[in-house]
Structure formats: structure tokens, C-alpha cells
Nanobody, 121 residues
Framework: QLQASGGGLVQAGGSLRLSCAASGLAFSHAAMGWFRQAPGKEREFVSVISISGDSTSYADSVKGRFTISRDNAKNTVYLQMNSLKPEDTAVYYC????????????????WGKGTLVTVSS
């Protein structure tokens, strides 16, 4: 089970940190990632982190503003979001796949319930 939290309403230029706590799965043996779905749009890739945390990847739209990290001791993955823009408004989902490249390609084994991020202009 993946439980995301940390969403909310923030003004443009502000920051939020999302968390996703995992239970019942081998967190330390899985790549973790974040995806998002804006109103009326398809779900899209945001970021992924490898099992060890040594490798990360970001969508071009968030590169330089968002940072993904993980704490394997706490079974938690984070998404630090800075310099938020109205176009970042979406429901954010955490996801997992044992293979980093598969998750980067959008092949997800488990989805968490989303958390809503709203950025006002």
C-alpha cells in the first residue's frame, strides 16, 4: 500500500513537500516515482528514483524545481516542489516498480492514492 500526503493549496512561487509511505511491499527493493494528473489531462510522469537513490530522473517541466528523495529506513519517498506554477496543479500519485527503467517508462506495479496540489496565480 502506498499512501501519499502533503498536498494542499499554495501560491505561485511557493513550495510543498509530498511524502509517500509504503507498507506491505519490499520498498527497499523497488524504484519509486511520482506521476500527476491535471484536470482534463492524462496522467504524466514527474520523477523517479532508483532503489539506492543514486539515480533520479525528472520530466522536463519540473527539472530544476522538483527534487525526489527516499528514506529506505522509513519506507518513504519524498517530492520537494519549489517555485510552483499554476500549471503544476494536479493530483499527484506515487508509484512503484522493481525496475527503474520500467517505472521511468510509465510501467507501474502499484499506484498510491493521490494527493491534490493546487497552485494559485
Amino acid at each position: 500500500q502506498l499512501q501519499a500526503s502533503g498536498g494542499g493549496l499554495v501560491q505561485a512561487g511557493g513550495s510543498l513537500r509530498l511524502s509517500c509511505a509504503a507498507s506491505g511491499l519490499a520498498f527497499s527493493h523497488a524504484a519509486m516515482g511520482w506521476f500527476r494528473q491535471a484536470p482534463g489531462k492524462e496522467r504524466e510522469f514527474v520523477s523517479v528514483i532508483s532503489i539506492s537513490g543514486d539515480s533520479t530522473s525528472y520530466a522536463d517541466s519540473v527539472k530544476g524545481r522538483f527534487t525526489i528523495s527516499r528514506d529506505n529506513a522509513k519506507n518513504t519517498v519524498y517530492l520537494q516542489m519549489n517555485s510552483l506554477k499554476p500549471e503544476d496543479t494536479a493530483v499527484y500519485y506515487c508509484a512503484t516498480n522493481p525496475v527503474y527503467s520500467n517505472l521511468r517508462a510509465g510501467r507501474v506495479h502499484y499506484w498510491g492514492k493521490g494527493t491534490l496540489v493546487t497552485v494559485s496565480s
